[in-house]
């Protein structure tokens, strides 16, 4: 599977985004798919978690609430919603898929796959 993660970009503090994550390959269905992010100097950090048939969804505590992760198997693509964003939420956002337990997926050493990067930038 590849990823390719798209849609980063400058906003205003409160304003929103929405992050895409487009997959190859005829397994993408098979995959939770999650989102990190990941600032300098920093280690990678968990967002959010998306089960392979979308019924199931896990969030940070940071961005309960305030984020909404979604996929569309027929279009092997997950989204991140990012709504009320806050300078702290500056980062390099990836996207990954997993093929492990429910449980384990939002660790980031189990994600069997990862996407290049996308830039978001929240100004104050």
């Known amino acids: 599977v590849q990823l390719q993660a798209s849609g980063g970009g400058l906003v205003q503090a409160g304003g929103s985004l929405r992050l895409s994550c487009a997959a190859s390959?005829?397994?993408?269905?098979?995959?939770?798919m999650d989102w990190f992010r990941q600032t300098p100097g920093k280690e990678r950090e968990f967002v959010a978690a998306?089960?392979?048939?979308?019924?199931?969804?896990f969030y940070a505590d940071s961005v309960k609430g305030r984020f909404t992760i979604s996929r569309d198997n027929a279009k092997n693509t997950v989204y991140l919603e990012m709504n009320s964003l806050q300078p702290e939420d500056t980062a390099v956002y990836y996207c990954?898929?997993?093929?492990?337990?429910?449980?384990?997926?939002?660790?980031?050493?189990?994600?069997?796959?990862w996407g290049k990067g996308t830039l978001v930038t929240v100004s104050s």
């Open positions: 998306i089960s392979w048939n979308g019924g199931s969804t």
């Open positions: 390959g005829r397994t993408f269905s098979s995959y939770a």
């Open positions: 990954a898929a997993t093929s492990s337990p429910w449980a384990m997926a939002r660790v980031a050493s189990v994600m069997a796959y």
